[in-house]
């Protein structure tokens, strides 16, 4: 966790107010629009040392792609994979930078264990025995309904959750189970000055 990550935090929201945002994939449950190359400035320097010493990275930092993230879906028009924690990417070397640039209280980020695997984290050896697992869960506990996780439920297990604090930025491997914290969906909007807007940006290091 970064605090202050970015050096001119009202410049990128200024950025997100020109952008034209729409949906993007099937699993964010809101719109999007791509960051300029301009985010990263400045960024270096704080991402440099994090990468190496926390992540293990020794010759390159790759930067795939940055998305200003806008969360608006209704809890009652969230899909199944939009209601229970996800993962970005089953692939090593990957790793996700959350960083929130709303002002307004729009909860966090929270983590998560599979219960009846214990898994974490999701690579490529376990991805179908997770997958498998979790229909067993289903089968045996039923579906949630629609609705954003909200804590530990009978399938998944919240091991540690963050407040969306402005500016703040959360760094972790893109195969980590997680999950956006939302408890007032009445309070999601379009407007990048009132809504939950994110950067979501996602890095290969080697």
């Known amino acids: 966790m970064v605090e202050h990550f970015s050096p001119d935090p009202d410049r990128l929201i200024a950025e997100a107010e020109t952008l034209d945002f729409s949906v993007m994939g099937e ?35 790759g930067f795939n792609r940055a998305l200003y993230s806008l969360a608006i879906t209704p809890p009652a028009e969230l899909t199944l994979a939009q209601r229970i924690p996800h993962i970005d990417t089953v692939e090593e070397g990957r790793i996700a ?57 009978t399938i998944f297990e919240q091991t540690a959750r963050y407040d969306a604090v402005f500016n703040r930025a959360l760094i972790y491997p893109s195969n980590l189970l997680h999950c956006a914290i939302l408890p007032d969906p009445a309070a999601l909007a379009r407007d990048v000055h009132k809504g939950r807007l994110t950067v979501a940006s996602f890095l290969t290091i080697c």
């Not at 964010?28 to 010493?53: C, D, K, Q, S």
């Not at 980020?109 to 229909?135: K, Q």
């Open 97 to 153: 930078i959350l960083h929130y640039l709303s002002r307004a209280p729009h909860g966090g980020t929270a983590f998560y264990r599979h219960r009846s695997t214990g898994f974490e984290t999701i690579d490529a050896a376990r991805h179908r025995p997770y997958l498998n697992a979790l229909r067993a869960d289903f089968g045996a506990e039923g579906e949630p309904l629609p609705a954003y996780i909200q804590g530990d439920t």
């Open 27 to 61: 699993f964010y449950p809101g719109i999007r629009a791509l960051v300029t190359p301009a985010y990263f400035e400045g960024l270096n320097a704080v991402l440099g040392p994090v990468m190496r010493e926390v992540f293990g990275a020794q010759e390159r930092i």
